[in-house]
């Protein structure tokens, strides 16, 4: 079946570094990607997505490309600040959304 | 446009009785999707309700139950609670419009079992 498998944390770094978190997928057919962000006290918010092979998803300074011929669905911001600091979920798209474990980012000052 | 609601937004209840979940989609949207986020594993899918039926349902036991109404509205039943059911509880709901899609969540319900 369809299953997302995201890079464990947590990851800490501090202001302005770059940060990558990965994503691989396994899935039959063509399902659309997201990442999802889950701030702390806060339910899942949509970050970015992306529908189809060689989309990029874009949305405050995150990006992810949807590579088909990888399976990967990786999520980079090039300068982080302390407010990213969060749950960040990939999850893969059919009928439902599958997703990966999570990954604790903490930014610090 | 008010976004997907949940209520309670905690809810305490000791071993062996049953909780009830509530869940308000999206205005227009059809489909509700029902997720525990248990501590340290992540999130699992539970239910999926289109158009007044359960559509799939994920790894769980039966005790986990629920039913969408006319309205398109949800509810989530647990039975015979136990321990291992402390989690929140989100509920997310989505339209299909033939193309891509995607879920919006609501705030959840943090359910403690004592």
């Known amino acids: 079946g369809n299953s997302v498998t995201q890079m464990e944390g947590p990851v800490t770094l501090s202001e302005e570094a770059f940060l990558t978190i990965n994503c691989t997928y396994t899935?039959?057919?063509?399902?659309?990607l997201f990442w999802y962000v889950q701030y702390p006290g806060e339910g899942l918010q949509l970050l970015l997505k992306?529908?189809?092979?060689?989309d990029k998803g874009s949305n405050k300074g995150f990006e992810a490309t949807y590579r088909k011929e990888t399976t990967s669905f990786h999520l980079e911001k090039g300068s982080v600040q302390v407010s990213d600091s969060a749950v960040y979920f990939c999850?893969?798209?059919?009928?439902?959304?599958?997703f990966g474990a999570g990954t604790t980012v903490t930014v610090r000052a | 446009e008010a976004g997907v609601t949940q209520s309670p937004t905690h809810l305490i209840k000791t071993r062996g009785q049953q909780a009830t979940l509530r869940c308000s989609p999206i205005?227009?949207?059809?489909?509700v999707y029902w997720y525990q986020q248990a501590l340290g594993l992540g999130l699992q899918f539970l239910l999926w309700?289109?158009?007044?039926?359960?559509?799939n349902r994920g790894n769980f036991p039966p005790r986990f139950s629920g039913r969408q109404f006319p309205n398109y509205s949800s509810e989530l039943n647990v039975n015979a609670l136990e321990l291992e059911d402390s989690a929140l509880y989100l509920c997310?709901?989505?339209?299909?419009?033939?193309?891509?899609?995607?879920?919006?969540f609501g705030q959840g319900t943090r359910l403690t079992v004592v």
């Open positions: 997310a709901s989505s339209a299909r419009t033939g193309g891509p899609w995607e879920a919006f």
């Open positions: 899935a039959t057919g063509y399902p659309s």
């Open positions: 992306a529908t189809k092979a060689d």
């Open positions: 999850a893969l798209g059919d009928y439902k959304l599958s």
């Open positions: 205005s227009g949207h059809t489909s």
């Open positions: 309700y289109d158009e007044g039926e359960e559509r």
